[in-house]
């Protein structure tokens, strides 16, 4: 009897404890096949294919209600999207899952800091998209940073950053300065010095407790993504100390950084997001993406008072691009929802939404943000600035760790400069050994 | 023959074995109180099977998990270090011998990065362990609503380190942080607690502070309550104030307490990640424009997923493991002393 309800006792643990573990594996089982589970043998339960789509940042996707519209189009097919919003999170993930050829999503976004690693390192595990599409639609030269040396495309170009600059006119005017958006333009036209110049100019009657711009690093970036070298040569030597547009470029946000004209926030910071909420700088250079951004950021404390007129020079600040993975069990109906997702059509509705820049071309003639955007920035024909940017940007040169050399000049030469009191030159020091660690020198 | 090996294995029963005419077997299973022979069914081969290999069946979980996640990783870490390994070319693994290691202490990051670690540490463990002990001093009181006061203490804990520390990267801010506002009133300069040396490791620091003392308080607390009161009671006949008490009779009683929170403290603040990470903003992983906040745990995570280079990364894991064993050894050699001081 003693015998019996003891063991039967233990045998109950042994049931706990087994229920436990299998518990546990059926978590992990699920958690790593769930993408892939659902596509075993083309569809789940109701017939259905699901299609996931794996992104950074927002794509504008969701928002234009893209996925809605292609799954009315396509009563077989589902589409989930996951988000990760950080990018320095995103595509070490991505990278690993790639080369572990499971977990990938059905499409990956891939940014353009990114695409030389992707093209170089990750070209076989992509599908080649160069065979299915029309490679004309796209800008040649978003094409050509997506393909490989033997020739496959494996991203299909999404948005580009053509720069322009936005300003609040209501402060502009406070500091007595022009506001008319196009003699703005040609005030700074051509040259980046002329804009730093202007900002001394508002510095010396500016509103209480606003600056010129919000960081350095925000003109470091503009100006760089207006030269063609920038961290790498075209036979992809690392050319950095010695690159004209680095060079240019660190100059021009020096002049900035050791003057008084900069609110010294760090973009995509909280306190940046901030800035724009409580007005605290008068400028900030714009790519086209930053266009919803300053809307979602200001809220209605900047509407109407937010305008945009064209940069000193025409640059391209961003912009991505949607592969397929081999990984993805589902190729053929992958590939066709990538195609339908970058199709000028769809970029142009993405537009209407979110500001984000078609990267293909014939999408230009009918391109027209929401009224509300427009109403936001004053009625500035966006569309006619960025295309004008667009149509003029020179083709980049990137390189595989374009995206941590990039960094290192920013937060850690730059910011060192703007605010922690160093000298340019003990700035470029730091950031070169910084550099030297990245590169493993 | 048989007789004697028994006696040999059981000496206990040697004189019952040897005076009896049975074989000797038997006496000596008698002895342990398992059933006589003859009767030696499969029943009792399997409760005596079920003895031996239950509970190594009911600890299996903890140990297959383990060896899963964390033994095979960590010898995979292993062999990294000891490789040239790129997070963009995972397959390609070129043999660089001790190579990562020797990088590592030629390199101004990592003793910038273990010095850090170090600081902060220090700065965060030793006023959070004497805050520690004084809160569960106080609630060691007769209080109204003791629980109450327990639970709160413990909340921070509860909250995760992101949410925490984004709340305390809005009070830090440098234009507009509650903290800089408050300085502001009595006449203080604002600091900008990012980017100085000292004034970004005292916030990270204090991000630490906020989230461990309660927790400390309440092992405190624990061991308190488990001291004898008639030792506080003679105390009070010899005269000794609470303060006097508080030094001569709890400190001592709460020795191995404080030892086991000294433990566990400098391994968390070996570890140090999430905080400095997340304090950083976007990049944070380089802790700072001068990586003057940067921890050993960062730097790791910098080497391997922003840069991309796992060799490295790998080499770093396994010096801050024999770090900590190191901490080990020095907390095996105190806990030695303090058994025999005792």
Known sequence: MRTSTRRSRRLSALAVAAALTTGLLA?????????????????????????????????????????????????????????????????????????????????????????????????????DLGKDVDKSQWLDWKNAQATTADGKLIGLGTDIGPM???????????????????????????????????????????????????????????????????YYDKDGNVVWDKSAGVKKAWNVSMEVATSDMSAKLKQFDKPWDQGYANGTFATVACPAWMIGYIQEKSGDSGKGKWDVAAAPTASNWGGSFIGVPTASKHQKEAVELAKWLTAPEQQAKVFAKQASFPSTPSAYSGLKP???????????????????????????????????????????????????????????????????????? | MTSSKQALAHPASSAEAASGDEPGAAGGAHGRGTPPPGTTSWRSRLYRWDMKASPYAFIAPFFIVFGAFSLVPLLYTAWYSLHNVQLSDLDNQKWAGLDNYQNLLSSDFFWNALGNTFTIGVISTVPQLMMAIGLAHLLNYRLRGS?????????????????????????YSWDGGAINWALGGIGIDPVNWRE?????????????????????????????????????????????????????????????????????????????FGEPLLFGGVSGSKGGSDHQYQTLGLYMYDQGWIIGNLGKASAIAWSMFLILVIVAVINLVFTRRLRKSQ
């Open chain 1, 164 to 230: 322009a600059i936005c300003y609040r006119k209501d402060l502009f005017q406070k500091a007595g300065l022009e506001t008319d958006r196009t003699k703005l333009a040609e005030q700074w036209k051509g040259d980046w010095g002329k804009y730093v110049d202007l900002g001394k100019q508002y510095m010396e009657k500016a509103p209480k407790g606003t600056k010129f711009v919000d960081s350095a690093s925000s003109v470091y970036n503009a100006v760089l993504n207006g030269e063609s070298e920038r």
């Open chain 2, 147 to 171: 629980t109450v006061w327990r639970v709160v203490m413990l909340t921070p804990y509860a909250t995760s380190v992101a949410a925490a520390t984004l709340v305390f990267v809005l009070l």
């Open chain 1, 27 to 127: 978590g992990c089982a699920e958690d790593s096949d769930d993408p892939s589970g659902s596509n075993e043998g083309g569809g789940n339960a109701n017939g259905k294919t699901t299609l996931t789509v794996g992104t950074f940042g927002v794509f504008g996707y969701k928002q234009a209600g893209l996925y809605d519209e292609y799954m009315k189009l396509h009563p077989d097919i589902t589409i989930k999207e996951n988000v990760t919003t950080r990018t320095d999170v995103y595509w070490p993930k991505t990278l690993t899952r790639l080369q572990a050829g499971s977990g990938t999503d059905d499409i990956q976004a891939i940014e353009v800091g990114n695409v030389t690693e992707a093209v170089q390192t990750q070209g076989d595990k992509f599908v």
């Open chain 1, 370 to 441: 929401a009224t509300e955007t427009q109403a936001f920035f004053s009625d500035a024909p966006i569309t006619e600035i960025f295309s004008a940017s667009a149509e003029t940007i020179p083709t980049q040169i990137f390189g595989v760790k374009d995206q941590p050399i990039n960094t290192a000049i920013n937060d850690i030469g730059i910011l060192q400069v703007e605010q922690k009191g160093a000298s340019p030159d003990e700035g470029w020091d730091a950031a070169s050994e910084e550099i030297k660690d990245v590169l493993g020198q």
């Open chain 2, 196 to 272: 100085s040396d000292w004034g970004s490791q005292f916030a990270v620091s204090s991000i630490v502070i906020w989230r461990w003392t309660g927790y400390n308080a309440l092992i405190y607390l624990a061991a308190m309550q488990a001291i004898p009161s008639d030792l506080y009671e003679s105390a009070s006949i010899d005269g000794a104030n609470r303060w006097q008490q508080f030094i001569h009779v709890t400190i001592p009683q709460l020795r191995p307490t404080i030892l086991f929170t000294v433990v566990v403290s400098t391994i968390g603040a070996t570890q140090l």
